[in-house]
Structures are given as C-alpha cells and as structure tokens.
C-alpha cells in the first residue's frame, strides 16, 4: 500500500520564491498535518487540517499556507521562501484528528 | 516545563544490549501513549501504542507507561544495528479535540 506520498523528494529553493509541497494519501484518513523538523527542535505542526474542507494552524505558521479541497491531498505552500524555512517537511494523517499519525517519507528543502 | 521531555543523547551501545528509553511528560491528562522510530532520511513509522498504565510487549520490544511517576520507557532487547534510529515518543490525553504531542526523540546506535 503507498500510505502517504509526498513530493518533491528534496529541493533547493531561491529566497523570495515560492513553492508547493504536496502530499497525498489514500487511507481514506480524515485528519491531515503538515510539520516540519528542525535539528534540536525536533517535530513541530505546522497546519492541520480536521477533515476536507477545514484548516487550523499549528505551533509555526507563519510563511506557510495549506488548503484541503478533497480527503486524500493537503499541500503546503511557502509563498516567499526565506532561509529559515530550510528543514525537512513531513506529512501526516490520522483516521479521525489526535489519533495515531502515519507520516509520509518528507521533503528536504533547502533555500537559499 | 515542557509538556513531553526526551533526552536526545545520543546513546550508543554494543549490540545485544538492553536498550532503555524514556520520556517523561507533565500533563497528567494524557493517556495514549506512543513510541516511533525514524530512520535517518525516513519519516517517523509508528512502534508501539498503548494506553494508559502497564506494559506491552512487541517481539524485542516493550513499552512501560507509569503515570503516578509521568514517566514512560521503551525497552529493547538483544538490540541489533538494525535497532539504529532516532526513536520518538508522543502522547494525548482522551477527547476528541486533544492534540498529539511528540518528544524530541532520542538517537540510538547499536555497534555490531
């Protein structure tokens, strides 16, 4: 079974440009999160969203916006990257919100 | 005080060791209780689950949950190079709109 998909794999990225992380999954789980993992800081929520159709900020926000238009893709968009957006993303779902999270492989974004 | 506190180590032993890791955590509403393990370059893959107090045992694998002490563990036995990863724990306490909280994970590296 694929679970969670997420691309692109890696990518470097000009500040000041912008860029979309996509993430599908086919579990048919409700719930979906976007974190990002930083060295020391370990996981921290980015968005999330509850079921299609709604959204919710996490611990780190700023910079970033998701939109769920249907059950099985949450992307995440940077809109101006700045280097501080540099870190590893990861995608995650849940049958229903605060349950077991299953992750998806990441993307490593590297901007410059 | 952090909700969720993980020693990061890192912790390096001999293969066939008895591994102990632990989390401790500061709300005592929680009761899920969850360890994953992330290898490098993957994401996070679920472990063990288990709720409230008491032990689970998984193959190698145990996972301790004492909640008058806010304190859980995950045990590995006959630890193998294959056990080397970064191992997150996560809890939430029950309801609905309860969030999953992640510890900082710990690194593990068993030496052949």
């Known amino acids: 079974t694929a679970g969670i998909t997420q691309a692109p794999t890696s990518q470097i990225l000009a500040a000041g440009r912008s860029m979309t992380l996509r993430c599908t999954q086919d579990?048919?789980?409700?719930?979906m999160y976007w974190y990002r993992q930083d060295l020391g800081l370990g996981l921290r929520l980015i968005h999330y969203?509850?079921?299609?159709?709604?959204?919710g900020k996490g611990e780190v926000p700023d910079g970033y916006s998701v939109s769920r238009a249907n059950t099985d893709d949450f992307p995440l968009t940077l809109a101006s990257a700045v280097p501080s957006q540099t870190s590893v993303y990861f995608c995650?779902?849940?049958?229903?919100?605060?349950?077991?999270?299953?992750f998806g492989p990441g993307t490593r974004l590297l901007v410059l | 005080q952090k909700e969720v506190e993980q020693d990061p180590g890192p912790l390096s032993v001999p293969e066939g060791a008895i591994v102990s890791l632990n989390c401790t955590y500061s709300?005592?509403?929680?009761?899920?209780f969850m360890w994953y393990r992330q290898y490098s370059r993957k994401g996070p893959e679920l472990l063990m689950y288990?709720?409230?107090?008491g032990n689970k045992e998984d193959g190698r694998f145990t996972a301790q949950v004492d909640k008058s002490s806010k304190y859980i563990s995950l045990f590995i036995r006959d630890s193998q190079p294959s056990d080397s990863a970064t191992y997150l724990c996560?809890?939430?306490?029950?309801?609905?709109?309860?969030?999953?909280?992640f510890g900082k994970g710990t690194k593990l590296t068993v030496n052949p």
């Open positions: 579990m048919r789980h409700n719930a």
């Open positions: 709300n005592s509403a929680f009761q899920y």
């Open positions: 969203s509850n079921t299609a159709g709604t959204t």
């Open positions: 288990t709720y409230s107090s």
């Open positions: 995650a779902s849940s049958l229903k919100w605060g349950e077991t999270q299953y």
């Open positions: 996560a809890m939430r306490a029950q309801g609905g709109s309860e969030k999953l909280v």
